[in-house]
């Protein structure tokens, strides 16, 4: 037997392909190699696409990256370049150590063991069910722990600033605007604004909640680059930092793709997920549109839409957030700020209500059961698909609305269940 074989047995051999380790976004393999030096096989971004299982391959020594490549994995030619480019940068004693052959065999076998490792730690498990509790919520009415919120609305009308007064307060624990239970450490992603602009504001935010304007937030400016290009820079910060909230200004600098095409919003809603586990968006709404810009995935993945309504007197300016979308939570109340400006840029921000600014109230949505009730006073009756097409609501919503709430009564005509309001008829009887 040749050394080179001899090699290659006792490295199969020795080889535990269960030591290949994932976190369920990646996976990886460390060997020893040589002077107390380990190497590292690193397979991300794993994703099956029409040609083949694809992702980014990387060998590092000591986390000093020697090669890396995006490519079909599953190509033999593809792992072969890698492992050549990683060699050259091998010491004499690590290439004895280590063979190229034996090299390319390793990378080989990573790459044939990595997806069924990742797709076995993704596997479902037995989940024991939980008594029902409170929502934990890290800013109470907008921010659910473990959840993503987008808070959406016209351009220029106070949603920086918000998002901003957002982070400062949860990272800070401070109760001023919002009920913040405790600090919880905040990653502000700012794709929009210059790192001046944003420090300037922040030194106002910091100083109207009672801080010094110096107090620092974890930020990350990157203005003129895209969500996507910044993932990995993201999660990383993310780890090392424990954070407890990321807030992203805004979800349109994805550079994913079309947003009104549903495949690039799912996408996006993904990679806010993987990101961190409980985020805070700022969306826009286009200027003849009352909805949140982009594909109806965007609300069905989002578990809190808050939309920003505002109006404008002076250098002053009313902001309402109104909840029109909550998972699993009740509605919670809108809340109303005003935002005082000077030559500076903001100057204060105050509590405020809908009688102070009655412009908001008007632009406050009905709710789904106002929009029914008003549906079946105007027409006698109705089933849940014609209120449902009349209002422009999803059915199975106004179903839910229509059986749980007290208002209405049903009368099952034919196949169909007509809906009355329950009042309704003792109107008629009076007259």
């Known amino acids: 037997m040749s050394k080179k074989q001899h090699r290659e047995v006792n490295y199969r051999i020795s080889m535990n392909t269960n030591e290949i380790k994932t976190d369920s976004d990646k996976t990886w393999y460390t060997r020893n190699l040589a002077d107390d030096k380990n190497l590292t096989y690193i397979l991300t971004n794993l994703r099956n ?15 000093i990256p020697l090669a890396f490549t995006e490519c079909n994995i599953m190509r033999h030619e593809e792992r072969v370049k890698l492992s050549n480019a990683a060699y050259r940068h091998f010491s004499d004693v690590q290439k004895a ?43 109470d009415g907008l921010v659910l722990k473990g959840g993503g919120t987008v808070l959406y609305g016209e351009q220029g009308k106070g949603k920086s600033t918000t998002a901003l007064l957002v982070a400062a307060s949860v990272d800070s624990g401070d109760n001023t605007f919002f009920n ?32 010094d304007e110096a107090r620092p937030l974890l930020m990350l400016n990157a203005r003129g680059k895209s969500l996507f290009e910044l993932r990995e820079v993201i999660k990383d910060a993310v780890k090392a930092n424990n954070v ?15 947003l009104t095409a549903n495949k690039p919003a799912n996408d996006l809603m993904n990679l806010l997920n993987d990101m961190c586990e ?26 809190i839409l808050i939309k920003l309504i505002s109006a404008k007197e002076e250098n002053r300016i009313g902001v309402g957030l109104e ?42 949505a009905p709710s789904t059961t106002e929009l029914i009730e008003d549906h079946i006073r105007s027409n006698g009756s109705g089933t849940a ?38 009042s309704y008829q003792s109107e008629s009887s009076d007259r």
């Open 97 to 139: 150590k280590l063979p190229k052959e034996i090299l390319q065999h390793e990378i080989d076998q990573f790459c044939a063991d990595s997806h069924p490792v990742l797709i076995k730690a993704l596997a479902p498990k037995l989940v024991s069910g939980r008594s029902p509790a409170p929502p934990e919520w890290l800013c």
């Open 180 to 211: 913040v239970a405790v600090p919880k450490t905040t990653l502000f992603v700012n794709l929009e604004r210059s790192a001046e602009s944003l420090a300037r504001r922040l030194g106002m935010v910091n100083k109207i909640l009672g801080f």
């Open 278 to 303: 409980t985020w805070f968006g700022l969306g826009h709404m286009p200027r003849s549109g009352e909805n949140l810009y982009g594909s109806m995935m965007f609300d069905a993945a989002a578990d």
């Open 323 to 364: 909840c029109t979308k909550a998972n699993d939570v009740s509605f919670p109340p809108t809340s109303v700020f005003e935002f005082s400006y000077n030559d500076f840029g903001l100057s204060n921000v105050a509590r405020s209500s809908l009688s102070e600014w009655p412009g908001l109230a008007e632009q406050i």
């Open 385 to 422: 698909q014609e209120i449902s097409k009349a209002i422009k609501i999803g059915r199975s919503t106004v179903s839910v609305e229509l059986s749980k709430n007290g208002k209405f009564q049903s009368e099952k005509i034919g196949r169909e269940l007509v809906y009355k309001i329950k």
């Open 244 to 258: 407890e909230l990321m807030v992203l200004d805004s979800i349109s600098r994805t550079g994913i793709g079309d």
């Open 49 to 63: 696409e029409r040609t083949g299982l694809h992702g980014v391959l990387t060998i590092k020594l000591d986390n």
